[in-house]
């Protein structure tokens, strides 16, 4: 999709849904920027939307963590501090590590044959693109086939922020290569059956965002001169 693009369809889904998608997708992909302010009026027009639905899908996205509201100033788009990145990137280092574990154990061959596919998928020029969303669909199988929902559940309810620091680590130069090489390494451990190197790599590709995220935000505390 494109992330400046708000256009609403006219679909079944209700309305306020498509608002709600269409705004959380433009945050996740780069179409509003951490800390922009949201003027109401104009999202309205570009929207083509009523004031009172807006609110509707911006009090949504505000419980969901992507926005927030400031007495007298309105809505922005949140910002990941620094420490709720690490905390981020703790939890979901554990729990993928889990999941990729969970997948070369309990996936079907048919499932594993997936994964593969998709990771090849994303060195296409389609994936690059929008290789976020692309990302995603390696993680949804990946969690679609480890075998334990509650993993599953929990790193889906941290999905925006995770989706919103994958964009900052993707963005840094030549990370994209080693993304693709880190999780060729954790498929061929998972085709393998070999968990716990699965997971072993799992985690460490997760480690090595956490680095690079990390040395963006001291990057952007030094002082210029």
């Known amino acids: 999709m494109d992330p400046h693009d708000l256009h609403i369809p006219r679909e079944t889904v209700s309305l306020r849904q498509q608002v709600t998608d269409r705004l959380r997708e433009a945050i996740l992909y780069g179409g509003f920027e951490p800390g922009e302010k949201l003027i109401e009026r104009e999202l309205c027009d570009r929207l083509g939307i009523s004031r009172t639905l807006l609110r509707e899908a911006l009090q949504h996205l505000q419980a969901e963590g992507l926005i927030v509201t400031v007495p007298h100033k309105g809505p922005s788009v949140a910002r990941i501090t620094e420490e709720e990145a690490r905390e981020i990137y703790q939890v979901r280092g554990a729990l993928e590590a889990l999941a990729a574990e969970g997948f070369a154990r309990h996936a079907p061959d048919a499932q594993v044959r ?112």
């Not at 929008?130 to 969690?143: R, V």
């Not at 509650?150 to 963005?171: D, E, F, P």
């Not at 716990?196 to 505390?221: D, I, P, Q, S």
């Open 114 to 225: 997936r994964l593969r596919l998709h990771l090849n998928y994303l060195h296409t020029p389609d994936a690059a693109a929008n290789i976020l969303a692309a990302k995603n669909g390696f993680y949804d199988i990946l969690l679609e086939g480890c075998g334990n929902r509650v993993v599953g559940k929990i790193l889906t309810q941290l999905n925006n922020r995770i989706t919103l620091l994958r964009r900052y680590s993707l963005s840094h130069p030549g990370r994209l290569p080693e993304t693709l090489r880190e999780l060729a390494e954790v498929v061929s451990a998972i085709e393998a059956r070999d968990p716990e190197a699965a997971g072993r790599l799992c985690a460490l590709h997760v480690a090595r965002a956490a680095e690079v995220v990390a040395k963006g935000f001291a990057a952007a505390t030094q002082p210029h001169t």
